[in-house]
């Protein structure tokens, strides 16, 4: 979906490094998410944040952090980067204002590889 | 914990052939149900969605889903696929927060 945009689309790093990754929406939603997904794994939830002053572990939360600086914008950093953390993360947002059903939308998603 | 099942991860099936993915879930309360679709390098697209009312859901591209509350399932059908319905298929369910399964991954042949 355009209105849900990550960057960077592909990054390879090193292992200890430390990776920011970003996401921003335009499409007003409140909620946002951070998932990783890992073949034949599915998605699994990182992180998530229902307003700006909200931030909730999901999941598999070990090893990130994030940080909600506005509300179009969601961060998922990678403190020091190991291996096991090559996947491809998703953003997704979502919002239950005006009626709305609180259905995600994803972005396109950013390949992160570690060596 | 909330977990959501699906078999056969993965499918190899003819053109005009039907396709059903199974999709069960763990938890007992209410629940709102969906189906993504993720096309080779592209992310999730929504396919469908279920929340209340008729348990027979229409979705895009000819996909429907069946809720069947005793069964815990909402498996995904369509009567005829197409080259372009390969593709990667996740069921999530959602009570307090959305679980996703661990797809199925669809190859039609031509």
């Known amino acids: 979906d355009a209105d849900v945009t990550q960057t960077p689309r592909n990054r390879i790093t090193k292992t200890g490094k430390r990776i920011m990754l970003e996401c921003s929406q335009t499409?007003?939603?409140?909620?946002m998410y951070w998932y990783r997904q890992d073949p034949g794994l599915g998605l699994r939830l990182i992180y998530y944040?229902?307003?700006?002053?909200?931030?909730n572990k999901g999941e598999i939360s070990d090893g990130y952090s994030v940080s909600r600086q506005a509300q179009a914008k969601f961060s998922l950093s990678l403190e020091s980067a190991i291996p096991n953390q090559t996947a491809l993360y998703f953003c997704?947002?979502?919002?239950?204002?005006?009626?709305?059903?609180?259905?995600?939308?994803f972005g396109p998603g950013t390949r992160l590889t570690v060596l | 914990a909330q977990s959501v099942s699906q078999h056969n991860h993965h499918v190899i099936l003819s053109e005009a052939a039907s396709l059903e993915l199974g999709c069960n879930y763990s938890?007992?309360?209410?629940?709102?149900l969906f189906w993504y679709v993720q096309y080779p390098g592209q992310h999730l697209q929504l396919l469908l969605k279920?929340?209340?009312?008729?348990?027979l859901v229409k979705g895009i591209k000819g996909f429907e889903a069946e809720f069947i509350k005793s069964k815990f399932s909402f498996n995904l059908r369509k009567p005829s696929v197409q080259w372009s319905d390969t593709a990667e298929y996740f069921c999530?369910?959602?009570?307090?927060?959305?679980?996703f399964g661990k797809g199925n991954q669809v190859v039609v042949i031509p």
């Open positions: 997704a947002t979502s919002t239950t204002s005006g009626g709305e059903t609180d259905t995600q939308y």
């Open positions: 499409k007003g939603h409140d909620r």
């Open positions: 944040s229902f307003d700006v002053k909200d931030i």
């Open positions: 938890y007992g309360g209410t629940v709102n």
């Open positions: 279920y929340f209340s009312g008729d348990p």
């Open positions: 999530a369910v959602r009570n307090n927060r959305l679980a």
